[in-house]
């Protein structure tokens, strides 16, 4: 690693990705650490699913083969690895990455992550009965890691920006009150934890980005020691890196001026983005604040089953026929009929249309219940037995299906100081991470009078 | 002067979601008259206006924060999404197109910004 510059790639922004996308990062440029995000609050009820089918499962599937194809090269590179792949099962993870590597004749130092899986403390914690319950874990367990000489570092949930925070605190050794270098390093880490989000993938602008076939390059950060960074790509790679496309990133998914973290709060607001030359667009002047007093929790319940249909309706008194299947449905479905039952018409349908899918437009009933029963058989079986007997021209868009489990995510709050975050070494031993001694509160909690009103809880 | 043409005309947009919410950034084209559009921009988009561009915002909480240094300006409507993508009966649970539907909206613009 070069002592001035810090380059952190990303190759993951879903569990679902661009699989090639580790292998495209090592071999198209130079890079110190290499990071993939793969865990949104959806994936962790997917992930809650596969681990209640399979204790040994609960994390990314997907990082495993990548780590399988990659993992030599990236140990012949020097580049670390750096993931949230764990996801609900990261000491399990490792155990089958050490597989992968035994298998391949490799010795990589791995590091897990965890803490963050609050699950079998819901009761003392107050949580409900939920599938799953993470707590958002900052980014010094990651350092720890790497500090400790990991050569890949999975972790359970943590921040996405952690995944390159974490490198970034390890390689310039910044404390936990060097509030401006971290608050630099989490906004270069939120532009990093969408993959090509940041470098021209789906961008309003994309007209001017003469969009070709070639695929969009994900994209790097090369981090300074004062948390300024140049966002760029691999040289040759489709995309491109403007202020256009680092700015899409920037205002995606978050929620006010400040972008709250367990290390550290960034002011948005002081974010100075500038072009440094074609497809290089740095990032300074970001200032930050004591964190909040709280995580940020994601709960996932099983709130029910859901089933859709789809109805087609074609050319003329598209009202009409749609009024007509929707009270034969209400009528059949009227012994027992779902919790919630959402009808709607979208009206796609063109006037004097010259191709049949032009005069069509879709019905849709979404319905969810409690009971898989009311929302399967129950709900599809009237929908077809009306085939012969609604509106001219009926037809569904797709066969019916079964109902399928749906689940509903909170965010919850849990103090900092609840949650053990720990590293495990990759010889085993295990190192605490200490929560943050300075905080903001963030009036959760129950607040005195004359206290400001409470802030706006963490939207990370 | 000012002329009928879609929001996104000179306006980029990205949206998403966080649980039951949606989040719309919204930042000018910055090639030409850069402070003119993050003036106006800054001054358009209120809460009142979001709930009459996207009329199923109408009775929710709708937060806007200026972020002018970015020419931004963020937009945050509380509950669009239900009870999050799993469980969103919503055409486009994660709000993933919300944006590109926001920004195809006409507004009165002035021409001088065009």
């Known amino acids: 690693m070069s002592a001035a510059i810090l380059r952190v790639g990303n190759c993951s922004g879903f569990y679902g990705d661009r699989l090639s996308a580790m292998r495209e990062m090592l071999e198209g440029g130079d890079l110190d650490v290499l990071t993939g995000d793969y865990l949104a609050e959806l994936t962790m009820l997917i992930l809650g699913k596969d681990r209640m089918k399979d204790p040994t499962l609960g994390y990314a599937r997907t990082f495993l083969r990548q780590a399988e194809d990659c993992m030599g090269l990236a140990l012949e590179q020097g580049v670390r690895i750096v993931s949230d792949a764990g996801g609900l099962n990261p000491a399990s993870l490792t155990e089958k990455l050490r597989e992968v590597a035994g298998g391949l004749g490799l010795t990589p130092r791995i590091a897990y992550v965890h803490g963050d899986d609050l699950v079998d403390r819901v009761d003392e914690l107050g949580l409900g009965k939920p599938l799953t319950a993470n707590a958002y874990l900052g980014a010094f367990g990651i350092a720890a890691a790497l500090r400790n000489g990991a050569d890949i570092v999975v972790t359970g949930r943590v921040t996405d920006a952690s995944l390159v925070v974490g490198p970034a605190v390890a390689h310039f050794g910044w404390d936990r009150e060097a509030y401006d270098e971290l608050a630099g390093a989490v906004v270069a880490g939120h532009v990093l934890e969408c993959g090509a989000h940041a470098s021209g993938g789906n961008f309003s602008g994309f007209r001017a980005l003469a969009p070709d076939s ?164 129950a709900f599809t079986a009237p929908a077809v037995e009306l085939g012969l007997a609604s509106y001219p021209g009926f037809t569904l868009t797709a066969p019916p299906t079964p109902g399928t489990p749906y689940g509903i995510y909170r965010p919850a709050y849990v103090d900092q100081a609840t949650v053990q975050h720990t590293v495990v070494h990759g010889d085993g031993t295990t190192e605490s991470i200490p929560a943050p001694t300075r905080t903001t509160h963030s009036g959760r909690t129950g607040r005195a009078a004359g206290e400001s009103p409470p802030r706006r809880p963490p939207t990370w | 002067m000012t002329r009928r043409k879609p929001l996104g005309t000179f306006v980029h947009a990205r949206s998403g979601d966080k649980g039951g919410d949606a989040n719309i950034g919204l930042w000018v084209d910055q090639s030409t008259k850069a402070d003119e559009r993050i003036a106006w921009l800054t001054k358009f988009i209120s809460p009142d206006r979001i709930k009459e561009l996207i009329p199923e915002a109408a009775e929710l909480d709708v937060e806007v924060y200026p972020l002018p240094n970015l020419g931004a300006v963020n937009v945050v409507i509380r509950g669009l999404l239900g009870d999050g993508v799993a469980a969103s009966t919503r055409f486009d649970p994660q709000a993933k197109a919300l944006a590109e539907w926001l920004r195809s909206r006409h507004v009165s613009i002035t021409e001088n910004l065009l």
């Open chain 1, 214 to 377: 070639t695929p969009i390059g994900f994209p790097l950060a090369e981090i300074a020691a004062d948390g300024s960074s140049v966002i760029t790509k691999h040289p040759g790679t489709g995309g491109a890196v403007t202020i256009d496309t680092v700015t899409a990133q920037l205002v995606y998914e978050v929620q006010s001026q400040t972008y709250l973290g367990p290390d550290v709060s960034a002011r948005l607001d002081s974010i100075v983005l500038s072009s440094d030359d074609e497809n290089r667009i740095r990032i300074c002047g970001v200032r930050g604040i004591a964190p909040p007093d709280q995580l940020k929790v994601c709960v996932n319940e099983l709130g029910g089953f859901r089933n859709t249909i789809e109805f087609l309706l074609t050319g003329m008194e598209i009202d009409g026929k749609a009024d007509w299947v929707r009270a034969q449905m209400d009528l059949a479905l009227a012994n027992r009929p779902p919790a919630t039952v959402a009808w709607t018409l979208a009206r796609t349908d063109v006037d004097d249309s010259t191709t049949q899918e032009g005069a069509s437009c879709r019905l849709r009933c979404t319905v969810k219940d409690e009971d898989p029963a009311v929302v399967g058989k």
